[in-house]
């Protein structure tokens, strides 16, 4: 059974920077792998993804945010950096092992979801 654990979450201030980090177990994180976040009172919004060799960001991330993974150690990290107050948010990540590249982007298309961590940004 594959479970994801994320952690990194934290409260920092305007311009800060925080690493999520998400742990797979019981398989390899060697397909797809997203971020997602969800703001209060808002829908889950994708963030970043990878899947083969094409990575995606949504342009709230873009030169601010960076995917990676390091599928020996089944974990996929999200380096933010210049935080800014909208990005307060639970951010969740997602895994799948059947996904199409072109679904990267559909919160609906994973399968397998972490519980959460929540990011605070400050002013």
């Known amino acids: 059974q594959v479970q994801l654990v994320e952690s990194g979450g934290g409260l920092v201030s305007t311009g800060g920077s925080l690493r999520l980090s998400c742990k797979a177990s019981?398989?390899?994180?060697?397909?797809?792998v997203a971020w997602f976040r969800q703001r209060s009172g808002s829908e889950r919004e994708f963030v970043a993804g990878?899947?083969?060799?094409?990575?995606a960001y949504a342009d709230s991330g873009k030169d601010r945010f960076t995917l990676s993974r390091d599928s020996g150690k089944s974990t996929a990290y999200l380096q933010m950096n210049n935080l800014k107050t909208e990005d307060t948010a639970v951010y969740y990540c997602?895994?799948?092992?059947?996904?199409?590249?072109?679904?990267?982007?559909?919160?609906?298309?994973?399968?397998?979801w972490g519980q959460g961590t929540q990011v605070s940004v400050s002013s």
């Open positions: 019981g398989r390899a994180l060697n397909y797809a």
């Open positions: 997602a895994a799948d092992w059947t996904l199409i590249t072109s679904s990267l982007q559909l919160h609906s298309r994973y399968h397998y």
């Open positions: 990878i899947k083969g060799s094409t990575t």
